[in-house]
């Protein structure tokens, strides 16, 4: 599936589903929340924190597309076309941090 296809399907579950998109200030609070899943799963799976009873099932992958599906919804409801934003963002940091990277002794 290719970005712009992810945010037609986005767009149609949302249609179909969904009723209507919520408001920016709400899917930008959803989106800090599921950040918030996925940095727990980040932090017993691979930091110092062990695995509570609540975190059982909870999968990186399912929560990683929670935190994509809310990114496209506000994509979607703020008219931005992430293939072109995203093209954009990497010529960005391709011309930003060509050397920057190379010369950074903390990734030898």
Request: hydrophobic share 35%; aromatic share 6%.
């Amino acid at each position: 599936m290719t970005i712009q296809e992810a945010q037609q399907t986005v767009d149609n579950w949302i249609k179909e589903n969904g009723v209507r998109y919520f408001n920016e200030l709400t899917n930008m609070a959803i989106l800090t929340e599921e950040v918030g899943e996925v940095a727990r799963i980040i932090a017993r799976q691979y930091g110092e924190q062990s695995f509570k009873k609540s975190d059982e099932g909870k999968q990186l992958g399912d929560e990683l597309a929670d935190v994509l599906f809310v990114v496209i919804c506000l994509a979607n409801q703020t008219g931005v076309d992430l293939t072109q934003a995203l093209a954009a963002n990497l010529q960005k940091k391709t011309t930003r941090d060509r050397d920057r990277h190379h010369q950074n002794d903390k990734l030898k």
